[in-house]
């Protein structure tokens, strides 16, 4: 089984082979093109669910490297080499906020990268890039009985809801060919998500007739509805243990100081460890949207509030075996390159091959970030490196030994 393959490999021995050593050593050689194709990826938008300039060019630039490229149904770039079954690499090409101008993405005196996206997710995309390219240049590279499967997937953020990551573990030709994942998000090398943390995400609006503040006080208000539905809400306790947490994100509604609103909604967000803790809480939600609209409607001296609560997203939680291959092989990697690393939990796209009985993990591409989701984000490449190698010799343990049974 590959659990006892992994517990006896001596990296020592891979690093020798000529193949592998010209890999590691571009690496580091070629920092600056890996510097110089970050900042142009990262310059084309890519806002969740509006990938597809961005996909594009990736196809473009994974074809000039010799890789056989196309957009899949779900506008997922994929790219094959070797035969299946496939080691899926991914990083996801979306985020949360886009550059208006190129000039957004800047490199201050200190080569550090700002400008929204140019950690989560633009290091994970130059990490595949980079891998795409050593690949390629690597000579002797030892033979191996699995391929490699690079995909720059759509809509990982928000209410993208996993959707490109979705298609290729369920729809697409490409899902019963899938050995295993490894998904790079984001910067660092200090953690191994083999956790999927889970979320539930709902749009809450209620609707009445609305009027004039003065002429038609008294008819029953949506606003007043969802405020009083929200109050309730956050009231619900939370125990420590699962981890869970709610979160009311967006509130909207009305028209005017002195109109009573004829609708108003919020978009509510409620993560846990736990799939049973995360049901629990939604029916905290219903029962506190039900009580609102009871006690607004009988407030109301006429007309009547409506409510609706709408799932727009559903990430499930799952977890990965302590003693998965996949996550000794990646334990063996940080020993050898000197990392010091821990099991976390978090919500990425691993969260779906997890749920499916995939072998998966979610790491770093290298590097520092931070500011991640906001218009101050910033990335320092110091480092890069060192991610990039742990990337590589864990597809290299994985292309030979394989992820383990699903």
């Known amino acids: 089984m590959a659990v006892d393959a992994a517990a006896g490999i001596d990296i020592n021995e891979w690093t020798a082979l000529r193949g592998v050593r010209d890999g ?22 890519a806002p969740t669910l509006l990938e597809q300039e961005r996909a594009t060019w990736f196809v473009d630039q994974l074809r000039a490297l010799g890789w056989d490229a196309a957009l899949d149904r779900a506008g997922n770039v994929t790219a094959a080499f070797g035969e299946p079954p496939y080691v899926a690499l991914t990083a996801h090409l979306d985020t949360v906020l886009a550059p208006r101008q190129a000039d957004e993405i800047s490199v201050d005196g200190d080569g550090r990268f700002h400008g929204p996206g140019v950690a989560d997710n633009g290091a994970g995309l130059a990490a595949l890039l980079a891998m795409a390219r050593a690949w390629k240049v690597s000579r002797d590279m030892p033979e191996l009985p699995r391929g490699l499967l690079l995909v720059a997937n759509v809509a990982e953020e928000g209410e993208g809801n996993l959707a490109g990551m979705r298609y290729l573990c369920r729809q697409s030709p490409l899902a019963k060919k899938i050995d295993s994942f490894v998904v790079i998000d984001g910067a660092d090398t200090g953690h191994i998500t083999t956790r999927g943390l889970g979320s539930r995400r709902f749009e809450l609006s209620f609707t009445g007739p609305g009027g004039h503040s003065w002429s038609d006080y008294g008819v029953a208000n949506p606003l007043h509805a969802l405020c009083r539905a929200v109050s309730l809400f956050s009231d619900t306790r939370v125990a420590s243990t699962p981890k869970s947490a709610l979160n009311v994100g967006v509130i909207e509604g009305g028209a005017s100081i002195n109109a009573i609103a004829q609708s108003a909604r919020a ?5 846990s460890e736990s799939n049973e803790k995360m049901d629990e809480i939604v029916s905290a939600l219903e029962s506190a949207v039900e009580r609102a609209r009871d006690f607004e409607n009988q407030r109301a001296g006429r007309g009547k509030v409506v409510s609706k609560l709408k799932e727009i997203g559903s990430r499930p939680a799952a977890a990965l075996p302590e003693d998965a291959a996949i996550l000794q092989f990646v334990r063996a990697a940080d020993a050898h390159l000197g990392i010091r690393s821990r099991a976390d939990c978090a919500s990425t796209d691993a969260n779906v091959p997890l749920s499916l009985g995939f072998p998966a993990i979610a790491i770093g591409a290298g590097g520092a970030g931070g500011g991640a989701h906001t218009t101050n984000e910033w990335y320092r490449h110091e480092g890069r490196d060192l991610g990039l190698k742990r990337i590589f010799l864990t597809l290299l343990l994985l292309m030979r030994y394989g992820g383990g049974a699903r």
């Open 24 to 45: 590691l050593m571009w690496f580091t050689r070629e920092k600056q093109w890996i510097n110089e194709i970050h900042l142009a990826l990262c310059r084309i938008p």
């Open 267 to 271: 978009k509510i967000d409620i993560r």
